[in-house]
């Protein structure tokens, strides 16, 4: 039970994180949306801020089925990312702003992904299903987020960027 109980503990330490990276996240969208020169990334933004308010939604009712708030932590890794996306953006102009803003961007998605997979691995363990999958589901919309990310600066935004 001893093992258990520290991946309960474990699993719902990293939950909080990912909603406060998530919270983080919902702040940094708006800014990154309006610093983009393109069209189709503003919407890709926008768009993913709506997506974001939902894994927000998500780990709040997995929170509430284990009877924890879900405040109290900081997630000082998502704090780093987004406080690193800032700087480029500031140095950055143009075209190769937007590039900027897509690199900025992929680092959230990839943080999220490796958290979320995480989270869904404990939460199978720990035999909760349904939590396992909700977390995935958000697990596959952000690996869906990072190949729209990918699409949009192979296809245009990166070309650009060398002009």
Not at 145 to 150: F, I, Q, T, V, Y
């Amino acid at each position: 039970m001893g093992t258990q109980t520290t991946l309960q503990e474990l699993y719902i330490h990293e939950l909080k994180d990912a909603f406060s990276a998530e919270k983080q996240i919902l702040k940094a969208l708006p800014k990154m949306e309006k610093a983009s020169g393109h069209k189709e990334l503003q919407d890709a933004f926008r768009q993913h801020r709506e997506v974001t308010e939902e894994h927000v939604r998500r780990l709040e009712s997995i929170l509430e089925t284990l009877d924890v708030k879900p405040g109290g932590k900081k997630c000082k890794g998502m704090e780093g990312i987004i406080e690193e996306g800032e700087e480029m953006m500031k140095e950055a102009e143009g075209d190769t702003r937007d590039a900027a803003l897509i690199s900025a961007a992929q680092r959230v998605e990839h943080y999220e992904i490796a958290a979320y997979g995480t989270l869904r691995t404990f939460a199978s363990q720990l035999g909760r299903e349904e939590d396992a999958r909700i977390l995935q589901m958000t697990l596959d919309e952000e690996g869906t987020a990072d190949h729209e990310l990918s699409r949009l600066a192979e296809s245009r935004i990166n070309r650009e960027a060398t002009a």
